[in-house]
């Protein structure tokens, strides 16, 4: 149960598009087209962004987008605003019922 | 509306037992399976463990395999969280969430997240 890899940080301006990366392996993010992603306020609770890879909840604007390739899922933000700024955790099902987390991308707007 | 409101977090020795409860409102709770999600502080987030809609099956990280029980009351819409033999690793805050579908089975996302219960383990 190793963590998914996610860069520590991404930045861009507003108005501008970031794209996060999330590598797994075949057993977790490249076996299952079970990706999540979630966003963190500071002192909040996590808030479900993109689930099944690409599909946003209701409420969940649709500058944000999921993708994912082989072993590594992505997470795109366009046209970058101010509350997007944020940590954001990828998460993959693992097999047996189990989930791995990403360790985390702090994203910061210009 | 969909709410979790977790208690039972707070201060305890290593070696200690803890028990954190999540109360659900506003869905059928027995639809959906639920997981215990930690953060500890300034980390990432960990998966815990799941349990099915029923309760009948059950799920854990390797971190804790042993030491911790999930388990449910589904006629109270409540899910609990069991931890024994507690160490300093385990200092987190803990989060309820619920399985983003019905299926009954701890297999896809969490889209419902309670604010979470601190669990402090020192001397």
């Known amino acids: 149960q190793s963590a998914l890899t996610q860069p520590r940080s991404v930045s861009g301006s507003p108005g501008q598009s970031v794209t996060i990366s999330c590598t797994g392996t075949s057993s977790d993010v490249g076996g299952y087209n079970y990706v999540s992603w979630y966003q963190q306020h500071p002192g909040k609770a996590p808030k479900l962004m993109i689930y099944?890879?690409?599909k946003r909840p209701s409420g969940v604007p649709d500058r944000f987008s999921g993708s994912k390739s082989g072993n590594t899922a992505s997470l795109t933000i366009s046209g970058l605003q101010g509350d997007d700024e944020a940590d954001y955790y990828c998460?993959?099902?693992?097999?047996?019922?189990?989930?791995?987390f990403g360790g985390g991308t702090k994203v910061t707007v210009l | 509306e969909v709410q979790l409101v977790e208690s039972g977090g707070g201060l305890v020795q290593p070696g200690g037992s803890l028990r954190l409860s999540c109360a659900a409102s506003g869905l059928t709770f027995s639809s959906y399976a639920m997981s215990w999600v930690r953060q500890a502080p300034g980390k990432g987030l960990e998966w815990v463990s799941g349990i099915s809609g029923s309760g009948g099956s059950t799920y854990y990280a390797d971190s804790v395999k042993g030491r911790f029980t999930i388990f449910r009351d589904n006629s109270k819409n409540t899910l609990y969280l069991q931890m024994n033999s507690l160490r300093a690793e385990d200092t987190a805050v803990y989060y309820c969430?619920?399985?983003?579908?019905?299926?009954?089975?701890?297999?896809?996302?969490?889209?419902?997240w309670g604010q979470g219960t601190m669990v402090t383990v020192s001397s």
């Open positions: 998460c993959s099902y693992a097999g047996s019922y189990t989930f791995v």
């Open positions: 969430a619920k399985e983003v579908y019905n299926s009954g089975w701890p297999d896809d996302a969490f889209d419902i």
């Open positions: 099944d890879v690409n």
